[in-house]
């Protein structure tokens, strides 16, 4: 079985991580990675939703944290602070600042970003083919006013610096609508026997994938069904701060709202099915009505068994829906 | 008083602490860095010794060791052994690494190596003004034959991986020619009210140096009074290799070959004075036959005050001949 899977960071990881265990080693499983939070620091490529993806599946991930390295040294940003060369606001431990140094030097060498997570994950062996949405640079920007005023600041200043405190007002994915997939990403929706939509961040993880131009249409029309799981549980994101940036494309923070900004294949959307948490359960016959199959099935992350009956359900649904 | 010293790595940045210690804060250190040994690793600059004189000066050096941090970590170096990337035989810890990308991401955006080394130094106040020797691109490379055949290498892979335990056939600073000297440098050499030649490498760093165009002529030119010591003290490096490279440009592995290779200033060379370990007492004689003021004093840096002793005997020696 060949599946392809869209996905962001820690949500999108521990799930291909469940997705992983639920399948044999004879199924293919091509990860579509958004690298629309990559952002440039201290002159090197750093590419968050990859590397948590790469490090997650490839057991070098810090557990409890859900990003960065485990075993981790900090004697970099030490002396970066020492310098007084910032930003502070954001974390990177000196396991992980090689990561990004052998990224940046394989760019500047002129290896496509795709080439050199192909080779980063040659050590990692993550178990998957791990793709990023595009070779091309997009980066996520949100528009905010604060004390400083109107301004449009980085994804990365947003969610990690102001952990998302004020409005989004505005996403833009700079840099999305000239960008291409990058090489296999439209040949593994294509191909795909099934097509997953992990429980990553409908706006800022998936959302920005869809923005790549032929990625959305790939998906609308591939054969394969295309089955998402709700990252909204509860009324409230499993985890991060989803709901702030729901709100800034209109959309309300709630398993069925999510599926519905998604759309129903019929309607020329995304979905065949949809899995909703249990507690949501009341949610099922709303997006039935919106024409995606929906059941209601725990979808707490809490292990990876847990995680890996969630890929489970989600096989099941789409052995329904593929009918 | 104003001193310019040109310097190279471990030999010359001890000097430089014993100089200071010698000195009142009123005394002004230009120091003119080797930048010969530069090399570019992992798609960052790295300047070897310009960093062990702004280490040594600025407290940060391991001590024993002679480069590199004191309190250093490895992360970095270890994991870029498992992503299979050398070279293995440098070692790059991770503190010394977060030196290394602020000054390569500062040369990306458009800073001169001078204005780089500044702007470290603003960190590491190491009391004296270190300047390259020039903001070009210069790289020494030795000719060597072993069995891999004729080939020339980058300096460090024959100092460091090598060990220089094969003959070095030719050296050749790559770059030089085409090189100008760095801002300051040529004013400080004419300004000075005394020019020092450390006891470093007179091949592979003072030599590498006064390759620049300019900068012998400005030695050579100067008003003040230009004094070197030994790094040879009974026929043999005090540290290092300089042997191998003293041989490669037909110098005899002696105090006073080195001061002849240098050259009396009356006959355009470059020396007014120069110091000679008390065990080399008996080249006295013959470094001032050859137009050099010559003295034999202690030159082993055993400690800081010791190495202030050579200092001050390297200013008495000045003092003499400059009159």
């Known amino acids: ?123 990692w062996q993550p178990g998957v083919r791990l793709l990023p949405m595009s070779d091309d640079r997009v980066e996520t920007h949100v528009r905010i006013t604060d004390a400083d005023g109107p301004r449009v600041v980085h994804f990365q200043e947003y969610w990690v610096r102001l952990h998302a405190a004020v409005e989004a007002e505005a996403i833009v994915a700079v840099g999305a609508e000239s960008a291409k997939p990058a090489p296999g990403v439209l040949e593994a929706i294509a191909e795909a026997d099934l097509v997953l939509l992990p429980p990553s961040n409908p706006v800022v993880s998936i959302g920005t994938i869809l923005t790549v131009p032929g990625i959305r249409e790939a998906v609308a029309a591939a054969t394969a069904p295309v089955v998402g799981l709700s990252p909204i549980v509860g009324g409230a994101p499993v985890r991060g701060m989803a709901d702030k940036v729901l709100a800034a494309v209109g959309v309300e923070t709630s398993a069925a709202a999510v599926a519905r900004h998604y759309g129903a294949r019929r309607d020329g959307g995304l979905l065949d099915g949809w899995l909703v948490d249990t507690s949501d359960a009341a949610a099922v016959d709303e997006v039935a009505t919106a024409g995606i199959a929906c059941r209601a099935v725990p979808l707490l992350m809490s292990s990876v068994e847990a995680t890996a009956e969630m890929a489970r359900a989600a096989l099941a649904l789409a052995a329904e829906v593929g009918k």
């Open 1 to 123: 079985m060949r599946i392809t899977a869209l996905a962001g960071g820690i949500g999108g990881a521990r799930f291909l991580r469940g997705l992983r265990a639920a399948l044999t080693p004879e199924d293919r499983i091509t990860v579509i990675g958004n690298t629309g939070d990559d952002i440039h620091l201290y002159g090197l490529k750093v590419c968050p939703d990859l590397d948590t993806v790469m490090y997650t599946l490839g057991g070098g991930i810090h557990e409890e944290q859900g990003w960065g390295r485990t075993d981790e040294t900090w004697s970099v940003k030490e002396e970066m602070k020492a310098y007084g060369v910032g930003p502070e606001w954001f974390g990177l431990g000196d396991r992980d600042f090689a990561t990004h140094i052998v990224r940046t030097q394989m760019l500047a060498a002129g290896y496509p970003l795709s080439a050199v997570t192909e080779a980063l994950c040659d050590r």
